[in-house]
């Protein structure tokens, strides 16, 4: 693989040059990368999966930790326990486990990467039912600033356990994850769409409903376009308990109003983690924002609708996600992610082609934003956080900021790991939220 190669993330948006790509294998060239970025002072990134919107994987002129060769999953059958290498996938996470039988809450597009996604919380298909990704977390082996080697669990390490359950890749590179798998194999799943003219009644209808669904249920509403360009919208739903049971539970969702399509079925989980694989490829141009809501009033409804129906590209998605069931009963104090209150995430996914356009599209995913600003509770998901976000990182860590900048000041005293959401050490902007 040559140099332009290397520097390539999925966002074609993100251009940067570093001037040293450490390709890792295994622990010891991640320590060797740390040492080198240490005595010659570079900046110095960690890319997993490369999936980071605004392109905290990379940094200009400075050093890159790529894991994008550890990738490894060991699945232990009898323990359900998985160890899963810092760099690797979804995708790749899935398809080791289903051969068990078995699934690790985790996100829903199979190229994203473990890594960033786990730190940041992960949301995805079985958040209701088992937790977020970092509710399933047992351990990390890590290398820290000072290319000390560590553990970070219940039992050790504990501060900095806590920290890296919603703190973002301040702390250290995680050369593995351990995580609690479940036995999740076939799922009752599909997406149900309708023309986007009903979009009102479908979205206040999927509101009502997922209010008092079971935790096997979760499910998101979206604002897309076909292939045709025809604008649509509709609810993509998993449900990971007994499928004669979902049958029944998902039946007044999909008899809603008049579907064009409706294409839930039973399939196996990594298909259904497949789903949306193609409506995110590599090399599109991306600007992302997403704004947390405690609740979704009818006003709220109305303000997405007219913005979707704005929308500057046909490759552009607006979802409505809704949490909530297990991830939902954890305190917001008890990991590092500080938003369990607040079950209503609103995505707005600016994707196009043409990078002269940028400045429309990034537009439409600003202004969305700023539409639902009467509605919010000032508070962001990390991992979907843009370049241009860094001023309101601290909403994203919220009330467990002071913690973490604790946490940040006694195993990264230096902010070595600054290229990421940046908790200062120690620091007086902890009382910024
Ligand atoms: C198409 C798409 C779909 C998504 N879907 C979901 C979803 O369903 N659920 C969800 O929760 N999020 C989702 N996200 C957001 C995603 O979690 C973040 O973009 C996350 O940063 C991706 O992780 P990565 O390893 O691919 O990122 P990278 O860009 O490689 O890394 C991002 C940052 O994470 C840190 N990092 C990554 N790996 C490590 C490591 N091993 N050790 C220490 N630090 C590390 C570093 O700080 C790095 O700057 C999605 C993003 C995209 C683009």
Known sequence: ??????????????????????????????????????????????????????????????????????????????????????????????RETHAFGLSVPCGIVPKTGIGGLTLGGGVGWLLRKYGMSIDNLLSCQMVTADSRVITASKSENEDLFWALRGGGGNFGVVTSFEFQAHPVHTVLGGLVLYPRQAAPEVVRHFRDFMLSAPDELTA??????????????????????EISEGERVLQPLRSFGRPMVDAIQPMPMPAMQGLLAASFPDGNQNYWKSTMQRELPDAAIDAIVAHANKMSSPLSALVVEYYGGAAGRVPNDATAFPHRDLPWDILFIAQWTDAAETPIHRDWARAGEAALQPFTSNAHLLS???????????????????????????YDPTNFFRVNQNIKPGQAQAKAV
């Open 220 to 241: 998101y509403a979206a604002f897309i376009h076909g292939p045709d360009g025809t604008p649509l919208v509709g609810v993509i739903a998993c449900y990971c308990g």
């Open 384 to 410: 979907i956080l843009d370049s241009d976000d860094d001023g309101i990182v601290n909403t994203a860590f919220g009330a467990n900021l002071s913690r973490l900048a604790a946490v940040k000041q006694k």
């Open 1 to 94: 693989m040559g140099y332009d190669e290397a520097r390539q993330i999925w966002n074609a948006s993100i251009d940067k040059r570093p001037g040293v790509i450490a390709r890792c294998s295994g622990v010891a060239d991640v320590i060797a990368a740390i040492d080198f970025a240490r005595a010659n002072k570079l900046e110095t990134a960690i890319r997993g999966g490369g999936h980071n919107v605004g392109g905290r994987a990379l940094c200009d002129d400075g050093l890159v930790i790529d894991l994008s060769q550890m990738r490894s999953v060991h699945v232990d059958a009898a323990s359900r326990k998985v160890r899963v290498q810092g760099g690797a996938t979804l995708g790749g996470l899935d």
